[in-house]
């Protein structure tokens, strides 16, 4: 169904009538829990968060954050199974690149690239940890009751 058509004086008007009222001015975003999960999703398909943007973002990032970031994702994968003695490996691997990456960082002028880095580097190791001792603990307290 096409929109209405509009003649060439009438969008003037209908453009200086939206510019006098502003309504963008007045906008607050969606309310509903609905509304809002459909609006976090606009980055994933057209925005910055697009699989093809992770990617570049992933591969533009130096080896050492790479390797650091998947030992991140594998020792929370062990966490989910229960495995407690790989999990004790990849622990320790982590624990090694995690001090590696920090005297890189003490050692280097920082760039503001490098200090994004670094921050999060430091942001993944805290969210990882977490989330291991999360799982360990639950996984104690269902032995213990």
Same mark, same amino acid.
């Given at each position: 169904?096409?929109?209405?058509?509009?003649?060439?004086?009438? #969008?003037?008007? %209908?453009? &200086? /009538? @939206?510019?006098?009222?502003?309504?963008?001015?007045?906008?607050?975003?969606?309310?509903? @829990?609905?509304?809002?999960? %459909?609006?976090?999703? &606009?980055?994933?398909?057209?925005?910055?968060?697009?699989?093809?943007?992770?990617?570049? +973002? %992933?591969?533009? +990032? +130096? !080896?050492?954050?790479?390797?650091?970031?998947?030992?991140? %994702?594998?020792? =929370?994968?062990?966490?989910? &199974?229960? &495995? /407690?003695? !790989?999990? =004790?490996?990849?622990?320790? !691997?982590?624990?090694? !690149?995690? =001090?590696? $990456? $920090?005297?890189?960082?003490?050692?280097?002028?920082?760039?503001?690239?490098?200090? #994004?880095? /670094? $921050?999060?580097?430091?942001?993944?190791? $805290?969210?990882?940890?977490?989330? /291991?001792? =999360?799982?360990?603990?639950?996984?104690?307290?269902?032995?213990?009751?």
């Amino acid at each position: 169904m096409p929109g209405r058509k509009y003649t060439e004086k009438q #969008r003037i008007e %209908r453009s &200086n /009538a @939206i510019n006098e009222i502003k309504p963008w001015k007045y906008t607050t975003g969606p309310k509903s @829990i609905t509304g809002k999960g %459909r609006s976090k999703m &606009n980055a994933m398909t057209h925005g910055f968060n697009t699989k093809m943007l992770q990617d570049f +973002r %992933r591969l533009s +990032r +130096r !080896k050492e954050v790479r390797e650091f970031e998947d030992l991140c %994702r594998e020792l =929370q994968k062990l966490a989910k &199974n229960g &495995n /407690a003695e !790989k999990m =004790q490996l990849v622990s320790d !691997k982590l624990e090694e !690149k995690f =001090q590696k $990456l $920090l005297e890189y960082y003490d050692k280097a002028t920082l760039t503001p690239e490098l200090q #994004r880095e /670094a $921050l999060h580097t430091n942001m993944m190791m $805290l969210k990882t940890m977490t989330f /291991a001792i =999360q799982k360990e603990s639950m996984k104690m307290c269902d032995m213990v009751f």
